[in-house]
């Protein structure tokens, strides 16, 4: 039996594994269900000769006693001295939201399409490195070099307490790791070669509390934040959809800069559920608003940080007692991989065989754990590919194709065999 058709072969058990995967509620925030995958992750491996390690990302931004941040890495030694491919999933998943009409947690098959929250993004893809890694094996059991595979936290959340601490710890050092392949949904057919920048900050306008029935004796911090985003609607969002990239970002609307609002309050704090009253009547002295920006690799991150200081420059100049903060969330820098890497290749080289085409090189809009890949663990021989429509993560009625993630297994089975010096074997 080849290696194309011992993936065929296990059709059925990729269909199980992925919706055993769904059925793992693991939400995030706040982070719930991880140690539970991971020990199904372990058992499963272990039966699948690879050598198991649980790693609790202890100190890490998110992990508490409440809320472990809990990672498992497998590794599978060859017979022969040789480079090691790791594939990396994210095991955590976003909130449901609403407008489903299946299951959310179900795992429901229905015309060769399997449901739920992270099937797509991205349990679906982890089934499939699996299935492609256990196929390689039993084919080419004399294979060189070494296989590993992660299930790693909080990615959906920067990555902090999974990828980020593994690589700070050493795991993704290119003398144990020298190509990393991420099963994001980019499409059977693309190669991900990176991603664009993100700069996270939290903008404060200041005021005066008063009582509501005479807010001339305070000064309204939301007004001051109304008159942010009106400087901002005048001038940062023109000047920003005029900024272009060379990356081959998708989708095209993403090939410009982007400013997201990301949340906005002022006043007072949102009551709980079960309160019934009326709020105070008190002119708000703070309003807050996290903005999330995605730069290109074009740009300088002090660049992206200076346009939102004018802009807020430019509103105090007009305020009388405009008074303003801004703070640091998190940044992180674009990414992108060489076309000619050795990842790249293999890759691209699988799926002009496996599917017949030419691949496309794209850039994700939005990062994924590739930047901590690179830039703490400086391993720059890293992608992107999986199976999966990327327009489907985060959606109601999520969804993954069987077809799809056997055909990606394939382009993975055979990347792996020309990476791991199988050469002359089908």
């Not at 372990?42 to 202890?58: D, I, K, P, Q, W």
């Not at 004018?310 to 992108?336: H, K, N």
């Not at 794209?362 to 199976?387: E, F």
Request: with cysteine.
């Amino acid at each position: 039996m080849d290696l194309n058709e011992a993936i065929d072969a296990r059709r059925d058990d990729l269909i199980a594994l992925t919706q055993d995967l769904i059925r793992m509620p693991t939400l995030n925030p706040p982070g719930i269900g991880y140690l539970e995958i991971c020990e199904f992750l372990r058992n499963r491996l272990t039966r699948s000769g690879f050598e198991v390690t649980l790693v609790r990302a202890e100190g890490a931004l998110g992990d508490s006693d409440k809320y472990p941040r809990w990672n498992v890495v497998a590794r599978k030694e060859g017979t022969r001295k040789g480079e090691c491919v790791h594939f990396n999933s994210h095991t955590d998943v976003v909130e449901v939201g609403h407008g489903w009409t299946k299951d959310p947690f179900g795992g429901e098959l229905e015309d060769g399409k399997v449901y739920g929250r992270g099937a797509c993004d991205m349990k679906g893809g982890l089934a499939t490195s699996i299935i492609a890694a256990e196929a390689f094996i039993a084919t080419y059991p004399d294979f060189a070099g070494a296989i590993e595979i992660s299930g790693t936290a909080d990615e959906e959340s920067g990555g902090f307490g999974g990828v980020a601490y593994l690589a700070e710890k050493g795991w993704f050092d290119p003398t144990r790791v020298q190509h990393v392949i991420i099963p994001e949904p980019l499409h059977k057919d693309r190669v991900c070669l990176g991603h664009r920048g993100v700069w996270w900050a939290e903008i404060e306008t200041k005021g005066r509390i008063a009582h509501g029935s005479m807010p001339f004796l305070g000064d309204c911090a939301v007004r001051h934040m109304g008159a942010v985003v009106a400087e901002m609607e005048d001038s940062l969002f023109p000047a920003l959809a005029q900024k272009r990239t060379a990356m081959p970002v998708i989708p095209e609307g993403a090939k410009q800069s982007t400013l997201n609002i990301n949340s906005f309050h002022g006043g007072a704090a949102v009551p709980e559920e079960d309160y019934t009253g009326l709020p105070a009547p008190c002119v708000p002295d703070r309003a807050s608003m996290i903005i999330d920006r995605r730069f290109l690799m074009e740009e300088a991150i002090a660049d992206v940080k200076g346009e939102m200081h004018d802009v807020l420059e430019r509103v105090a100049a007009r305020r009388e007692g405009f008074d303003y903060s801004v703070s640091d969330m998190f940044e992180v820098l674009p990414s992108m991989t060489e076309r000619d890497a050795p990842v790249v290749t293999a890759v691209s080289d699988a799926i002009r065989d496996i599917l017949g085409k030419e691949p496309d090189y794209v850039v994700s809009p939005g990062t994924y754990d590739q930047k901590h890949i690179d830039r703490i663990g400086r391993l720059k021989n890293c992608i992107a590919y999986g199976p999966g429509v990327l327009d489907l993560a985060h959606q109601p009625d999520e969804w993954i194709g069987v077809d799809d993630m056997l055909d990606s297994a394939k382009v993975m089975g055979q990347a792996l065999r020309v990476l791991l010096d199988c050469a002359g074997a089908k």
